[in-house]
């Protein structure tokens, strides 16, 4: 399994479940972060790590990977800030990458990984995050390349097509129950986040479109903890449960994926990334 992700604590607070769960089912699991995380902003009390927020959270990543029980790889592109950020504008930014040399980086880690089955965010970027949709965008392509020999040749050792491309997402039932809970609790939910910048009102896919539905009520506590690993991002603690944690443990402990590769129906629902490779996903 690749997942290929946009930041420093994406691998955690996104999908850690699902890859803690597979990792500890002996499934051989990787992990490519695009960016450094330098536009990001700090949870209470880190402001002074802000000139060294890089390096603080290639730490925190290298420690979280570990909990996860994933291997590590790294594109070392420039964070670009969420939307309207001024580091949009900074000529290393993620978003401004050399596209066709972006991809083939990706192609050259599938075509050496060899994964059955590939991740990364999905084209809305989950919260409308540039470098999530740039993050797609690449590996999507980078999905396809990898498997044709006339495309990026002497990349990698040779050609490899996976078998399944899914899209991280979460369920616009899902949010709209956190929206409730916020707006009970006297908070905006047009302006969540750390910094304010998140409308949660208009985040969200479809229930429909969602095909598979990982449970990792087994490892939450191994997701929890590969969250503490960044506290400069609030993982320690700096992000109170909006419900009791048995709560969230026993009905919340689920991550969504739309399936775009082999295309999926609305009726598709999965709760295996390796549906029919059962045998494949412990041998390789």
Known sequence: MLAVLAHPDDESFCIGGTLARYAAEGVDVHVAIATDGVAGSVAPGYEEALERLAELR????DAATRVLGAALHRLDYRDSGYMDDPANNHPDAFIHADEVGAIGRVVKLIREIK????????????????????CCKI?????????????????????????????????????????????????DPTKGGRDSNVDFTKIGVSPKRINACIDYGPYW?????????????????????MLPVWVEKKFLAKEAYVRAYPPAHERLHEDDLFPNLEEEKLTR
Not at 58 to 61: P, T, V, W
Not at 157 to 169: I, K, N
Request: proline share 7%.
């Open 58 to 61: 290639a730490s925190e990543l």
């Open 221 to 241: 506590e191994v997701k929890q903890a590969a969250k503490a690993q960044h506290s400069s991002q609030g993982g320690s603690g700096g992000f109170r449960p």
């Open 139 to 187: 590996t999507t392509s980078a999905f396809y390349a990898a498997a044709d020999p006339k495309q990026y040749q002497g990349i990698g050792p040779g050609p490899h097509q996976p078998q399944r491309l899914y899209y991280s997402v979460i369920s616009r039932r899902r949010v709209a129950y956190f929206v409730l809970l916020m707006r009970l609790r006297g908070q």
């Open 115 to 134: 994964p059955l089955v590939v991740i990364t965010h999905d084209q809305t970027g989950g919260y409308f995050h540039p470098d999530h949709i740039f």
